[in-house]
């Protein structure tokens, strides 16, 4: 789904510059980035994008499974993890949240299309139902 809006939630900002130039060049719009749960909530109630990239490790008191959860709740915006922890607790934690997807960093540029392609596809299904 080409042209869709994607917000990506990183506390990287290198890293998120890296992901957002990537996600351009697969024809993807980025409308805002955000460093912390409570800016990422407030930028998805604000620019409602198509799905949010959401890090597990971000700045401040929640982490991106908190936010992410709270996103999907309340704004039924689809959310795909893309983080560097993958141990069995952050696994169980984010999987209570029924994330779109859930990508391990270092990732590759196809895992990612594929990952946002399938999350986007299946939530205008369960738009249309």
């Known amino acids: 789904m080409k042209n869709a809006q994607i917000m990506i939630v990183e506390d990287e ?3 998120a510059m890296g992901i957002k130039s990537k996600l351009e060049s697969l024809g993807y719009s ?4 955000a460093s912390s749960a409570e800016d990422a909530i407030r930028k998805a109630d604000l620019f409602y994008p198509d799905l949010v990239l959401m890090d597990i490790l971000l700045k401040g008191e929640d982490d991106g499974i908190v936010a992410g959860d709270y996103i ?4 039924d915006i689809p959310v795909i993890y ?3 922890y993958t141990d069995e607790d952050t696994l169980e934690r984010a999987k209570l949240t029924h994330p779109a997807g859930y990508i391990s960093k270092p990732f590759k540029v196809e895992d990612i299309h594929t990952n946002i392609e399938i999350a ?3 939530n205008d299904l369960s738009a249309d139902s």
Do not use: E, S
């Open 13 to 15: 900002n290198i890293v």
């Open 30 to 33: 980025i409308p805002c980035t």
């Open 72 to 75: 999907r709740k309340n704004f």
């Open 82 to 84: 893309l983080t560097a």
């Open 120 to 122: 986007l596809h299946k």
